[in-house]
Nanobody, 120 residues
């Protein structure tokens, strides 16, 4: 059984920083793309940042230059460093991973979500 466990959310003032972590565990054979999504109240879930197994990254326009996604393949962990946070970054942040586990084809998995609130 595969699990994605996120950590690092919380309350921060505008201009502050947070670092999210997401660790994948279980009977994992290979992890391919990993990413962070977010969902604000009343809005659809959106991709914030993604990273391939080779380290190629992509970002949604509103976070470019402020957020950095990275991964540690040895630890099956993906990170999201968020700097210069704005109130509009407030949302529940979800980790996603495309991976192959024992006895299963490639599919995507989701974490439980972690709340990020940016407020004075």
């Amino acid at each position: 059984q595969v699990q994605l466990v996120e950590s690092g959310g919380g309350l921060v003032q505008p201009g502050g920083s947070l670092r999210l972590s997401c660790a994948a565990s279980g009977s994992i054979l290979s992890i391919y793309a990993m990413g962070w999504y977010r969902q604000a109240p009343g809005k659809q879930r959106e991709l914030v940042a993604g990273i391939t197994s080779g380290g190629t990254t992509t970002y949604t326009g509103s976070v470019k230059g402020r957020f950095t996604i990275s991964r540690d393949n040895a630890k099956n962990t993906v990170y999201l460093q968020m700097n210069s946070l704005k109130p509009e970054d407030t949302a529940v942040y979800y980790c996603n991973a495309d991976l192959r586990s024992w006895g299963s084809n490639i599919r995507d998995y989701w974490g439980q979500g972690t709340q990020v609130t940016v407020s004075p």
